[in-house]
């Protein structure tokens, strides 16, 4: 579903695939993933995803403070889309600003 009806928002480190449905029993479900092909060792894509984690945890207070989304059900896919591996500090940057960004969808 996420892939077949979801829309897309991009950045230079991370791109965000999300889908919205009204629902009765509103909830929010996220997931990282990243590229094997990418980053063939484990121990990077592991990395990479704890990152991506971390930041999102730590940026989830801009979807909790929104009211627009009140009484929908939210599925978000944060995907590592650069080639290099970037510090925290670009992939916080760039899930803070896919989260604004998605809010005034």
Avoid at 23 to 46: G, I, M, Q
Avoid at 62 to 80: I, K, M, R, S, W
Wanted: aromatic share 10%; with cysteine; proline share 2%.
């Amino acid at each position: 579903m996420l892939f077949n009806q979801g829309k897309t928002i991009y950045s230079p480190v991370v791109k965000l695939i999300y889908v919205t449905e009204k629902s009765d029993h509103p909830e929010r479900k996220v997931a990282v993933a990243v590229s094997k092909r990418v980053f063939h060792n484990a121990v990077d894509r592991n990395r990479l995803k704890r990152q991506m984690r971390e930041a999102y945890r730590l940026n989830q207070t801009l979807l909790d403070c929104q009211t627009a989304h009140a009484g929908e059900c939210v599925h978000l896919l944060f995907v590592y889309n650069s080639h290099e591996k970037c510090d925290y500090i670009n992939i916080e940057k760039s899930i803070k600003s896919l989260l604004h960004r998605f809010l005034k969808y």
